[in-house]
RNA sequence: GCGCGAUUAGCUCAGCGGUAGAGCGCUUGCUUCACACGCAAGAAGUCACAGGUUCGAACCCUGUAUCGCGCACCA
């Protein structure tokens, strides 16, 4: 083949390797095969999504599971597909109504509306699945599915009307989390409390039975206070107790004299504010709760869009909701009613979406009480499934301990229609008639207007994607891979999903990776417009580049920092493998079928094979572990190190004459560039299959060439010795300031009787003009103690005594400190009597390999002059 | 309020009972025939704090502090 570029170019091979794997349909996955089966499902992107580095880490992993997987012997079936994304897709779609049409979807009228989406869905929908291309994702992309298929939505009504049949699904009038700006009802999942700076107001009101008698109120919401139906005291409380059955004047609205009870309920805290609570039925959940205890008329002020009606009265009908809460502090101060502001600190409810207050709101909804909740809790508690990091079981459990109905319905038009059908469509929403099926009753018959949480859908995700021979084989799935977000969302209620209607846990293990931040610790969002594109990186860094930079630095469940400079080290990375493949390349042609046992072996080559099993080992524990940045990690320290840096330097001096070593050489190299390939290809599968096919390793692709297994090989300790000794030799040129390319005549007493034998390694890694060995020291020259003997350099025009004497003296002291700790430790009676002997003896050993370096350091020091 | 994470070199993080580590950054020297997306050497840390367990603690236990994240009806 052509001889390897000096710089490996990503861009000039990915696209390439990519159409290949697909044309020879290596991510296709056959229900037929007789091997083991692993399976995932991917987390459906929003099908308008774009690709963000949280989906990069997240598939990344999927990616190298499933990789790992192939080479390891299994039938993988990596699933891929989008979700429609209900709010959000709508959401897009109505803002570019407003902004190029300046319509609302009601201008258009629902089936019109739809017709856009679906256009916006076909031309922006491919993007995220071709971007997850690009990052080499080996989806079976035959396979792919859409959370609104029509056989997938047609499974997803069925199950609504199966729920409904087994009385799990109900309709009802409740208090429910209101978004003013999507118009529509949330799941409680969906409402993010945020804390906010805002104000407690407190207001008084008087006692009708006790003219000129005052009660004090504190509140945050004085808008709302046209829409109370009461005041209540906590019958146990001493101040109001006897209160309680007298009248209150209502403020507001001004004009209309209303007056409220003072009723006793425990639900009110009297440490909290004043101890008086202005109940609200209409609009706060507790106030509506105590509405029902006490029988109170539920007042409802506000619009659906957040602005106040005309029962909040003259001046306020019309306003905004924030706009109202300024005009009624005006008006208390005006009616001389205010008593104090107070800077106050509060949870408030945000809708996710559209990130303003939700208004609790009481309404007709659909809701689910949730099917199989005790048995799902049991499966993770009995690790049926396992959780990876398993901190979040007992987040899951707790969710599930106190878990609420599920409002299903929103009152959105993308999504999948709620299959219940009313007898005429002014009898919309009236349940006492209505049909629940798939298939409308015949005419006359008027679909629920409202669609299904887009999450109603998803739960169904991990086995209504796939056909009977499918799920046959490949469920319940092996592995799921997600953000720790969307546990309750997804998770959860896939388990339940899974249990109900197969009977099975939808998968065995769940791996929920860590949240992307940038620099500051911040999550990336367009907003703050931290949020790299993964794209760009990929074009400058190449895919695995980011892959690899990116995984190297996300450890388990753990929040990542992002940092640019980690993708650029990955790319750095994969850019010394491809030098490395070159130098190997340049030796001459490569044995792909090379065997190092066959061969007599340097101690360096026979040490780096046992490094090489260390790390076959401690990547496989990381797969077991899912502990993918130790992976990572241990294949960088291997590469870089103990292959770039140690062995490829010793290996030039069997290649810089036809020594005897140099077929073992060779077949160690060969071999582990094979092996490492295997073990790099699921993190940087491009380069890899790059290589593979570049040095002529095999015609299949990497992929099928299997896993690494231990070759058993010993290591051998003298290669160490030799490296630290070269290191310190490096170290005496530094201080002398002998660049490195000076080449020195070197002269070596050893302390070993194999040294010999590295006579030429040790010329080429000391860099020398010439290397002499001695038995006693030599006149005029200073000594370097190292762990193969003593090494001598002449003082004559190459080292300064004083300065000599001077580093010495800085060894010594170094040294001196290592004998004063161990020592310390030694003289404790109750360690030597305590501690395990092989630790002792350990310690006894140290103490005696330090004082004899001191000796001979003390000897090279005293010997010099000056 | 309850729960969960984090706190180790300037930065990002490993280490989780037996001599404090890596990468980047920094300083210095190297166009040494794979790689300057590189090589070599070096400086740099009372492992947040206080107690405890242990022969021995960055690591285990108990508190405290700071930051972050969940959960909870506190108006």
Redesign the pocket.
């Known amino acids: 083949m052509s001889e390897l570029s000096?710089?490996?170019?990503p861009q000039l091979v990915e696209d390439k390797w990519y159409a290949w794997w697909i044309d020879q349909g290596l991510f296709e996955a056959d229900p037929t095969s007789s091997k083991p089966a692993f399976s995932i499902v991917i987390p459906p992107p929003n099908v308008t999504g774009v690709l963000t580095l949280g989906h990069v880490l997240n598939t990344t992993l999927q990616d190298i599971l499933a990789r790992h997987a192939r080479q390891t012997g299994h039938e993988v079936l990596w699933l891929p597909g989008t979700d429609h994304a209900g709010i959000a897709t709508q959401t897009v779609v109505e803002r570019r109504l407003r902004k190029e049409e300046k319509k609302t979807r009601h201008d258009l009228g629902r089936e019109e509306f739809l017709k856009r989406v679906w256009e916006w869905k076909e031309k922006h929908g491919g993007i995220i699945i071709n971007q997850l291309k690009k990052l080499g994702c080996s989806c079976d992309w035959g396979r792919e599915r859409f959370t609104m298929d029509e056989a997938y939505a047609r499974r997803v009504q069925e199950v609504f009307v199966d729920l409904h049949k087994k009385g799990l699904i109900y309709r009802g009038k409740r208090m429910v989390n209101w978004c003013p700006v999507s118009l529509t009802a949330l799941s409680?999942?969906e409402v993010?409390?945020k804390t906010q700076k805002s104000f407690f107001y407190h207001y008084k009101v008087e006692i009708v039975e006790k003219p000129g008698t005052f009660l004090e109120?504190?509140?945050?919401?004085p808008e709302t206070i046209m829409a109370d139906a009461a005041v209540a005291v906590?019958p146990a409380d001493p101040r109001y107790a006897a209160l309680i059955g007298l009248h209150v004047r209502r403020p507001l609205p001004t004009g209309v004299e209303v007056l409220l009870p003072i009723i006793g309920d425990d639900?009110?805290?009297?440490?909290?504010?004043?101890?008086?609570?202005?109940v609200?039925p209409a609009h706060?959940?507790?106030?509506y709760e105590i509405g029902l205890r006490h029988n109170l008329p539920v007042i409802d002020i506000m619009n659906p869009d957040g602005t106040l009606n005309d029962l909040a009265g003259e001046g306020f009908s019309g306003l905004d909701r924030f706009e109202a809460r300024t005009k009624a502090v005006d008006k208390l101060q005006e009616l001389d009613l205010l008593v104090k502001e107070e800077p106050?600190e509060?949870?408030?409810g945000f809708s996710e979406r559209a990130d303003v207050p939700i208004e609790p709101r009481l309404s007709e909804q659909w809701f689910l009480k949730y099917p199989k909740t005790i048995e799902a809790r049991d499966a993770v508690r009995n690790h049926l499934i396992r959780f990876f990091p398993d901190?979040w079981e007992?987040?899951y459990d707790?969710?599930l301990e106190?878990i609420?109905d599920w409002c299903i319905s929103r009152q959105l038009w993308w999504g999948h229609r709620i299959p219940v059908w009313y007898p005429a469509e002014n009898a919309i929403g009236d349940a006492s008639n209505a049909k629940c099926q798939v298939e409308s009753p015949g005419d006359g018959w008027a679909q629920d207007s409202d669609v299904l949480d887009t999450w109603f859908s998803s739960w169904l995700w991990a086995h209504e994607t796939m056909d009977a021979p499918t799920l046959a084989k490949f469920y319940p799935t092996s592995v799921l891979v997600t953000g720790?977000?969307i546990i309750?969302f997804w998770v959860a209620r896939m388990i339940m999903a899974g249990l109900e209607f197969t009977g099975e846990v939808p998968f065995k293990n769940v791996y929920f990776t860590g949240i992307i931040?940038d620099?500051q610790?911040r999550?990336m969002s367009k907003s703050l417009g931290n949020s790299p594109d993964p794209l760009d990186l990929i074009a400058k860094f190449g895919a695995d580049g980011i892959r690899f930079g990116l995984l190297r630095?996300a450890?388990?469940?753990?929040?990542?920092?992002f940092?640019e400079?980690?993708i650029?080290?990955g790319?750095?990375?994969?850019?010394?493998l491809?030098?490395?493949c070159?130098?190997r390349q340049?030796q001459g042609p490569i044995d792909p079928n090379a065997d190092p046992a066959k061969h007599e072996l340097s101690l360096f080559a026979r040490d780096l094979l046992a490094r090489l099993d260390a790390t076959i080992q401690r990547v496989n524990e990381g797969y077991d572990a899912y502990?993918f940045?130790?992976i990572a990690?241990a294949l960088?320290?291997f590469v870089?190190?103990d292959f770039?840096?140690?062995f490829?330097?010793v290996a030039?001096a069997d290649f810089?004459t036809d020594t005897p070593r140099r077929a073992g050489t060779l077949a160690t190299l060969d071999f582990t560039i094979k092996q490492i390939l295997r073990l790099l290809h699921p993190y940087a599968p491009f380069i890899t299959e790059e290589l593979w096919s570049g040095l002529g390793l095999g015609a299949q692709s990497l992929m099928q060439s299997g896993w690494p297994t231990e070759g058993g090989f010993a290591s051998d300790p003298r290669a160490a010795l030799i490296y630290e000794t070269?290191?310190?030799t490096?170290?005496l040129?530094?201080?002398y300031?002998?660049?490195?390319?000076k080449r020195l005549p070197w002269q070596i007493n050893p302390s070993t009787d194999w040294l010999a034998g590295e006579h030429a390694v040790l010329s080429i890694l000391l860099?020398a003009e010439s290397i002499t060995f001695c038995e006693s020291a030599p006149q005029g020259h200073a000594a370097c103690p190292t762990d193969i003997g003593l090494i001598y350099l002449p003082l004559e025009g190459i080292i300064d005594a004083a300065t000599e004497k001077k580093r010495l003296h800085?060894e010594i002291l170094k040294v001196e400190a290592?004998i004063e700790?161990?020592a310390r430790?030694l003289s404790?009676e109750?360690?030597v009597?305590?501690?395990?002997a092989d630790?002792v003896a350990?310690?006894r050993q140290?103490q005696q390999d330090w004082i004899n370096r001191l000796g001979e350091l003390q000897q090279a020091h005293d010997g010099l002059e000056g």
């Open positions: 000096k710089a490996y170019e409680d999942e993010i409390p109120i504190a509140t945050t919401r906590n639900a009110v805290d009297f440490e909290f504010g004043t101890g008086v609570l202005k609200t706060d959940k507790t106030d106050h509060n949870n408030v901190r007992k987040v707790h969710w106190n609420q720790p977000d309750f931040r620099k610790g999550k630095i450890p388990q469940g753990q929040d990542i920092k940092d400079q980690q650029v080290e790319r750095n990375f994969c850019n010394k491809w030098n490395a070159r130098f340049i502990r940045s130790d990690q960088y320290d870089w190190g770039c840096d140690r490829i330097e030039k810089a070269v290191s310190k490096r170290n040129r530094a201080t300031g002998i660049p490195g390319n860099h800085g290592e700790k161990v430790k404790s109750s360690f009597q305590n501690a395990p630790v350990d310690h140290r």
